[in-house]
C-alpha cells in the first residue's frame, strides 16, 4: 500500500519571493501577494503517473484525496483537519506498519515533519512541491516521483538508501543569511534516476567566472530588463550593478546598469515585463543538484519565461560546479511539464571569459 500526504500549503513562498512558506503569517503575505497553492496539482501529476499501482492510504479533501482520480483503491484517514503542520505528522503516524512508502508533496519542512514521525521505519519519497528541497529524497519532478513509487512498491524486496534531511533557517534566509541544519537520517528508494541530489554549497571563488560577469554587466543593454536569479553567482553579478542592494536568495532586476527592484515576487516581475521592450533573465545552477528553474527561483514562473522567451535565458556556471553534476545535465521543473519540454535541449552555459560550455537540459 502507498500513503500519501499533500501539504495543501507547501510553495506558497517561492512565487511570492519570501524564500519559503513555514509559518503563519509567511502563508498570509504569500496569499495576499497573489501565490496560489501548487502542491495538489503536483501530486495529481505524480498520481497520473503512478497509475494505480497499488491501493493508497491518504488524508481527507487538499491532504491528498484530491489528488487521486476516481477508480483508484483509496482509503481516507478519518481526521479532523487542523490547517497546520499537525496534519501531516498525524497522517504520518496513521501510516507506520501499514504501508510500504510514504509519498508526499512538500518540501524541506514536510519532509522534517514526517521524518519526525516515521524515522527510518518507513521509506519515504517527495514530490517537489516546496520552495526549498535540499534533502535528497526528493524525486526531479512529480511524474518520476510517481513512477518510481509504482516500481518501488511493485518489486519485492525493492532497495532503499540512507538520506539526509536537511532544512534551512527561513528567517536567517530572508535576511540574505544560510543556515542549513541536519534533522534526521530516513530511507528512501534506492533509484538514481529518480531523486535529485542534495543541495551542495559552491565551493570555491568564482575564479574564470567572475571576468565572465563583467563582460556580461558591461554589455548590458540600456533598454533590457534582466531578471537575475538567486545565488551566489547571480550575487556577484548584482554586486557590480548600482542602485538597490541585490539580494542573495531573491529575484532582482536590473535595467539600465542598475538594480531597479529587489527581491521581486512573481506578481512584481509581471507587472515590470508589461512595460519592458525586452527581457533577460540570468541563472546559475543549483550545486550538487543541477537545477536551473524550479528550486528556490519560482518566481520565475511559466508566466514570466514564457513573457521574456526561452531563447532569452542566459545560463552562468563554474566550470568545477558542472564536472561535479551527476548525472552531468541541469534539470527544469517550472511546474508547467509542456514548458519543461520545450527547455529540454542544449544550451551553451558561460564558464570563463569569452568561454562556455554546452550542456543537456532534462525535463
Do not use: W
Not at 101 to 123: H, Q
Not at 270 to 278: D, F, K, Q, T, W
Amino acid at each position: 500500500m502507498l500513503g500519501l500526504i499533500v501539504n495543501p500549503m507547501a510553495g506558497l513562498g517561492g512565487p511570492a519571493g519570501l524564500n519559503g512558506s513555514d509559518g503563519a503569517d509567511i502563508l498570509a503575505r504569500a496569499l495576499a501577494r497573489g501565490a496560489r497553492p501548487g502542491s495538489v496539482p503536483r501530486a495529481i501529476r505524480a498520481m497520473r503517473a503512478f497509475a494505480g499501482a497499488c491501493p493508497i492510504l491518504t488524508g481527507p479533501g487538499s491532504l491528498g484525496a484530491d489528488a487521486i482520480a476516481d477508480g483508484a483503491t483509496v482509503e481516507v484517514v478519518a481526521m479532523t483537519v487542523a490547517d497546520d503542520a499537525s496534519d501531516t505528522r498525524r497522517l504520518a503516524e496513521a501510516m507506520k506498519g501499514r504501508v510500504g512508502l510514504i509519498l508526499f508533496a512538500g518540501g524541506d519542512g514536510t519532509a522534517r515533519d514526517i521524518a519526525g514521525v516515521v524515522g527510518e521505519e518507513v521509506p519515504i519519497l517527495g514530490i517537489p512541491a516546496g520552495v526549498k528541497m535540499h534533502s535528497a529524497i526528493f524525486a526531479r519532478n512529480p511524474e518520476s516521483a510517481g513512477r518510481g513509487a509504482a516500481e518501488f512498491l511493485k518489486t519485492d524486496r525493492a532497495r532503499t538508501q540512507r538520506a539526509e534531511v536537511l532544512d534551512i533557517d527561513e528567517a536567517a534566509r530572508r535576511e540574505g543569511r544560510l543556515s542549513t541544519s541536519l534533522y534526521g537520517v530516513v530511507r528512501t528508494p534506492d533509484a538514481a534516476q529518480v531523486l535529485q541530489g542534495a543541495k551542495a554549497g559552491g565551493g570555491g571563488g568564482l575564479g574564470e567566472l567572475d571576468a565572465a560577469l563583467g563582460i556580461y554587466v558591461a554589455g548590458m543593454e540600456p533598454d533590457t530588463l534582466y531578471l537575475l536569479g538567486p545565488g551566489t553567482t547571480m550575487a556577484a553579478l548584482k554586486a557590480r550593478l548600482s542602485g538597490h542592494e541585490g539580494s542573495l536568495l531573491g529575484v532582482d532586476v536590473a535595467r539600465g546598469g542598475e538594480i531597479v527592484a529587489a527581491n521581486a515576487s512573481e506578481r512584481d516581475l509581471v507587472a515590470l515585463l508589461e512595460g519592458a521592450p525586452r527581457a533577460r533573465i540570468a541563472l546559475s545552477v543549483v550545486g550538487g543538484q543541477g537545477f536551473l528553474l524550479g528550486r528556490g527561483n519560482q518566481q520565475i514562473s511559466p508566466r514570466v519565461l514564457r513573457k521574456v522567451g526561452l531563447k532569452n535565458i542566459d545560463v552562468f556556471c563554474a566550470s568545477e560546479k558542472l564536472a561535479r553534476l551527476s548525472p552531468a545535465v541541469l534539470s527544469v521543473d517550472t511546474g508547467d511539464s509542456r514548458l519543461d519540454a520545450e527547455l529540454a535541449g542544449y544550451r551553451p552555459v558561460m564558464t570563463g571569459a569569452n568561454k562556455s560550455q554546452v550542456v543537456r537540459i532534462a525535463a
